[in-house]
């Protein structure tokens, strides 16, 4: 992880404001002491207060200092409407990950669990891909993609009114290449982007291999999408893109309604603004009501849509796709660059699921257990987690957002986590604000053995 030398004090001053420790209109320390306590330069510690100024928590007052910013209420969940560089302040994603031993009930991977993924179904169609095409598959294959699995996507997608043209579908190696293909094809280096925030960690990387610099708009299950604050990021700033999942966003769950999407559509217009929509969870509904894309409402051609079918088969089955509106030359270049031709066991094989309606009835089976773990959890988490934890509420797909009372002291809540053999994904991996410290992911993608309750029982006892 990429880190600045000025965090030997940010981190901490940042974490005191945002617990109260630091009172609005105090003075903080001063440059000269922060020099001298960490052997730091005057301009690596004027760089690192520049980075509290320009996150809303500092204030600087010529010729006297800096100074808490006011007024900070509930700075816990803010958001502000500012343009970052795409670092992670505190990621602790990859300690968590790196610390664990021991044998582990795994609540972290958004993705199908192996005990429902449709192994027999996969492996048998690849075989009998690998029958009927044998040596064929060796070959290269278009390197747009399998026109007849195009033709598949296409009449899939057209059920919930999402029109794709076969001259604007990118077959891809996963949704995250399709979004790294739509980013590249529409901006440059450190141009600004809108992300919804909290933001899944993938898409965070994607922006910051890129080099683009990011604005981070609030999507919560209680308000969903905060198109107000969208709108203000526009008019003062020149946003070039906005990366949004509508349906079940990951780690909320939260969904727009239609009107939603409409209204974001004509902000979008008005502003010239790329929606790249990621509908990666968007054929999991827990009551069977397949969703809109904003997509669907666009006449203008700016909305890019991608998906894939890591999440609803299997991650290892790498095919995605990518609809790419306006930006076809430039994303098919991109495309080839990134090489060429997509496995094509995978795109026969996905072809041939598409095809004889398996797909559909992995689906119906599939959300319809993800319905009953959504509930199992959060009543689970209800009864073992503190009074005053919050928990999502998705109606698709398979990720919850939790929230701890602020009493809980998380460092100690991971470190029991690591002991116990549990793996959640902490709450500031999935934004650049460091504005969810106390909160984490549950993704209850499997099915549930006692030791995985068990597991979830002691980390409650533990924190009561
Ligand atoms: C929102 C979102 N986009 C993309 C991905 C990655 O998808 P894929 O494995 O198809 O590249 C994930 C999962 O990690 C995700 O949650």
Request: glycine letters at 6%; a positive charge.
């Amino acid at each position: 992880m990429r880190s600045y030398k000025f965090e030997v004090f940010t981190v901490s001053i940042e974490k005191n404001i945002r617990k109260g420790i630091y009172q609005p209109g105090q003075r903080l320390p001063s440059v000269r002491d922060l020099k001298k306590m960490h052997h730091l330069s005057t301009t690596t510690v004027q760089h690192g207060y520049e980075r509290l100024v320009s996150q809303g928590l500092v204030t600087s007052v010529p010729k006297k200092g800096y100074y808490v910013s006011e007024p900070i209420t509930d700075l816990e969940n803010t958001v502000y409407p500012i343009v970052r560089d795409p670092i992670f302040v505190n990621n602790r994603f990859h300690t968590t990950s790196a610390n664990l031993k021991r044998s582990v009930s795994e609540f972290n991977v958004a993705a199908p669990g192996d005990l429902l993924i449709p192994q027999k179904l996969l492996l048998r169609t690849m075989q009998q891909v690998i029958r009927d095409k044998s040596a064929g598959l060796l070959r290269y294959y278009d390197s747009n993609g399998l026109q007849d699995l195009k033709h598949k996507i296409i009449s899939h997608a057209a059920i919930y009114r999402t029109i794709i043209s076969p001259d604007e579908l990118l077959i891809t190696d996963g949704a995250l290449q399709a979004l790294y293909i739509a980013l590249s094809s529409v901006c440059e280096t450190n141009d600004v982007i809108a992300i919804e925030s909290p933001c899944v960690f993938s898409v965070l990387e994607v922006a910051r291999v890129l080099k683009l610099k990011v604005i981070e708009i609030p999507f919560t299950t209680k308000i969903g999408f905060d198109l107000d604050f969208l709108r203000k990021a526009c008019l003062k700033n020149n946003v070039k893109a906005l990366v949004i999942t509508p349906n079940f966003h990951n780690p909320t769950g939260a969904m727009m309604t239609d009107e939603e999407k409409q209204s974001l559509l004509s902000i979008a217009q008005k502003h010239g603004l790329i929606v790249i929509e990621n509908d990666i969870y968007g054929d999991l509904p827990f009551n069977g009501e397949r969703p809109s894309t904003i997509r669907s409402f666009d006449e203008s051609g700016s909305v890019m849509t991608y998906s894939s079918y890591a999440k609803t088969l299997a991650p290892g089955v790498r095919l995605g796709w990518l609809s790419t509106a306006h930006f076809m030359h430039r994303a098919e270049q991109i495309k080839f660059a990134l090489g060429s031709t997509v496995s094509p066991i995978y795109q026969e094989t996905v072809h041939r699921l598409l095809s004889n309606a398996s797909y559909q009835r992995h689906i119906r089976s599939f959300r319809a257990q993800l319905a009953k773990n959504a509930q199992f959890t959060i009543d689970l988490l209800n009864e073992c987690f503190p009074r005053g934890t919050q928990i999502s509420d998705p109606k698709g797909g398979y990720n919850l957002w939790v929230k701890l009372p602020k009493h809980i002291d998380v460092d100690l809540f991971y470190r029991k986590c690591e002991e116990t053999g549990i793996r959640f994904t902490p709450g500031d991996t999935f934004s650049f604000s460091n504005a969810f410290e106390n909160h984490f992911r549950v993704v209850f993608s499997d099915k549930y053995s006692s030791k995985k309750i068990e597991a979830i029982k002691s980390i409650g006892k533990y924190i009561h």
